[in-house]
């Protein structure tokens, strides 16, 4: 639930106005208990707002995670690929080779017979290059295999952690609408007992100051903004005829002294 700012077609009170129909101590001590209730329901409305992205955070650090394991088997695809590539290049090759050497016997001339020899050798020199290349993608395939298993292995433990962490937030989240819940009924409980117009004071400034309407002076200081209040201002506080507000932060004053 968020905040509700004033209704603007209701009337607000001016710095001074007289209230001369109400008990002015007692607004204020229902402004406090109100107060109280807007404060936690600000905090929680703000600490909801945070959860999406939190949870967004989450997911894109696992998808990460699984990214890089969707590359390590794009990686050992690629080796299993060009292996098998080079395996049907190697048999090429011997087969070239068994066809030139089952043409050596049927060569008439001495020149024709060592230039065969020489392709057969060619043949078979490239073959075992091939072999050799055939051989190493193996071993790097293997290897690759190898760091696939362990980081699913790695995946899987930290699908846990995530799985935890999200149902954590959102059991969180569900935790805030519950109380927020709470608190709206405390709060319909506590507005009949203010004044309409002051009420409508009091949302107003909690609209467009973070959640906080009634501060109490602090040591000659607005518990809002820690503007200096004078000591003058403050007697006005405590003659309890008037609504006071900060200069600065327009926040409504009191004086904690038992109201």
Same mark, same amino acid.
């Given at each position: 639930?968020?905040?509700? =700012?004033?209704?603007?077609?209701?009337?607000?009170?001016?710095?001074?106005?007289?209230?001369?129909?109400?008990?002015?101590?007692?607004?204020?001590?229902?402004?406090?208990?109100?107060?109280?209730?807007?404060?936690?329901?600000?905090?929680?409305?703000?600490?909801?707002?945070? %959860?999406?992205?939190?949870?967004?955070?989450?997911e894109?650090?696992?998808?990460?995670?699984?990214?890089n394991?969707?590359?390590?088997?794009?990686?050992?695809?690629?080796?299993?690929?060009?292996?098998?590539? %080079?395996?049907l290049?190697? =048999?090429?090759?011997?087969?070239?080779?068994?066809?030139?050497?089952?043409?050596?016997?049927?060569?008439?001339?001495?020149?024709?017979?060592?230039?065969?020899?020489?392709?057969?050798?060619?043949?078979?020199?490239?073959?075992?290059?091939?072999?050799?290349?055939?051989?190493?993608?193996?071993?790097?395939?293997?290897?690759?295999?190898?760091e696939?298993?362990?980081?699913?292995?790695?995946?899987?433990?930290e699908?846990?952690?995530?799985?935890?962490?999200?149902?954590?937030?959102?059991?969180?989240v569900?935790?805030?609408?519950?109380?927020?819940?709470?608190?709206?009924?405390?709060?319909?409980?506590?507005?009949?007992?203010?004044?309409?117009?002051?009420?409508?004071?009091?949302?107003?400034?909690?609209?467009?100051?973070?959640?906080?309407?009634?501060?109490?002076? %602090?040591?000659?200081?607005?518990?809002?903004?820690?503007?200096?209040?004078?000591?003058?201002?403050?007697n006005?506080?405590?003659?309890?005829?008037?609504i006071?507000?900060?200069?600065?932060?327009?926040?409504?004053?009191?004086?904690?002294?038992?109201?």
């Amino acid at each position: 639930m968020e905040v509700r =700012g004033p209704n603007p077609l209701s009337p607000t009170i001016k710095q001074g106005e007289e209230l001369p129909t109400l008990n002015l101590r007692s607004q204020l001590s229902s402004l406090i208990k109100l107060q109280t209730v807007d404060s936690e329901i600000y905090a929680l409305c703000s600490e909801k707002s945070t %959860k999406p992205d939190e949870i967004k955070a989450i997911e894109l650090s696992f998808e990460t995670k699984k990214a890089n394991l969707a590359e390590l088997e794009k990686k050992l695809l690629e080796l299993q690929k060009e292996r098998k590539d %080079k395996e049907l290049e190697l =048999g090429s090759k011997e087969e070239a080779a068994k066809k030139l050497q089952g043409q050596l016997y049927g060569l008439k001339t001495n020149k024709e017979y060592q230039t065969m020899l020489q392709q057969i050798q060619d043949a078979k020199a490239d073959a075992s290059i091939i072999e050799d290349k055939v051989l190493e993608l193996f071993d790097k395939a293997d290897e690759a295999r190898g760091e696939v298993e362990k980081e699913k292995l790695r995946l899987k433990e930290e699908e846990k952690i995530f799985l935890a962490e999200k149902n954590k937030t959102e059991e969180r989240v569900k935790e805030i609408d519950g109380r927020l819940s709470q608190l709206e009924a405390q709060r319909k409980q506590a507005i009949p007992d203010i004044d309409p117009k002051i009420l409508s004071q009091y949302e107003r400034i909690l609209g467009s100051r973070e959640g906080l309407a009634i501060v109490v002076v %602090k040591g000659n200081s607005c518990g809002g903004c820690n503007m200096f209040v004078p000591p003058q201002v403050i007697n006005l506080i405590k003659m309890y005829e008037h609504i006071i507000t900060c200069e600065m932060c327009n926040r409504i004053l009191y004086i904690d002294e038992g109201i």
